[in-house]
């Protein structure tokens, strides 16, 4: 069915069979209908003409990983289109999870500088960086290293990462508000959480996992509104239900901004779509 998807002469074409077994890998990729399959073949087709995928560190590049990283990425955009992502060029991908200096200010003044261990980022202007072995959207129920990076993108359309993706200016209110709600939410169970943690329990080790799994989010989405948008915006994709029962009023907003959702048909009760304000 793709046979008409593959872009003008001159372009980098994937051949079909592997876009089929991209798609099969991808755990979406049973919720959506024929023609949104067909659209985000094409779109991701279109994207990797227009994208430069470099591996790191000996890391070889190949059409499957062009594919399987196309697909993910072009997920959030069937509805806004590809154009959302003209603001670079290049993604880099490293055959291991890779090390960024972080630096952060406390709400003392306190300035804490860290080296962290990354599987993806985002740059505003610049390239989307991936560690190939957390590229998997099946490797973790909900999550989409990919997904995460692309709304990042999304998110920076309007010159910030705040959480607020480029939107009409009434539009913008009503999800600052929505957002800003789920986000306080989220935060107290995170907080109830912790508290319910014995304190001879490390809340950063495996041991703690087991309280942390009551979440309807993984805890790194309380890190700021940047951070829950992105977290969140993975679960609307990989684990739709999850958000609609959790934050119905979120999953409005989402679905209202990208044009669609994955929830249609399904035995999940499903709030309805907000109108635009």
Not at 95 to 118: C, K, N, Q, T, Y
């Amino acid at each position: 069915m793709f046979q008409k998807l593959f872009g003008r002469p001159g372009q980098r074409r994937i051949a079909e069979s592997v876009w089929a077994q991209a798609l099969d890998q991808m755990p979406f990729n049973g919720r959506l209908n024929e023609a949104e399959r067909e659209r985000l073949v094409e779109r991701a087709q279109y994207f990797v003409s227009r994208k430069t995928f470099s591996g790191a560190n000996g890391f070889v590049v190949d059409d499957s990983v062009r594919a399987g990283i196309a697909l993910q990425a072009c997920l959030p955009i069937i509805e806004i289109g590809v154009e959302a992502y003209d603001d670079f060029v290049e993604i880099i991908i490293y055959p291991d999870r890779f090390l960024a200096p972080r630096s952060r200010v406390d709400e003392a003044g306190v300035v804490h500088e860290a080296i962290e261990e990354l599987s993806g980022e985002a740059m505003d202007g610049g390239p989307v960086v991936l560690a190939w072995p957390d590229l998997n959207p099946g490797a973790a129920p909900g999550a989409s290293v990919v997904i995460h990076e692309f709304i990042h993108k999304l998110d920076m359309l309007d010159g910030e990462a705040d959480g607020v993706p480029l939107l009409p200016y009434g539009r913008r209110t009503h999800w600052m508000r929505v957002l800003d709600e789920a986000y306080e939410q989220f935060c107290d169970a995170l907080d109830d959480v912790e508290a319910s943690i014995p304190i001879d329990v490390d809340p950063e080790s495996s041991a703690a996992d087991a309280y942390f799994s009551e979440l309807p989010l993984d805890p790194y989405a309380a890190t700021d509104h940047a951070e829950f948008f992105a977290v969140s915006g993975e679960v609307f994709f990989t684990h739709p239900e999850q958000l609609a029962r959790q934050f119905p009023d979120l999953f409005s907003i989402y679905r209202a901004y990208f044009g669609f959702d994955l929830l249609r048909g399904q035995d999940c009760e499903v709030p309805p779509r907000t109108a635009s304000r």
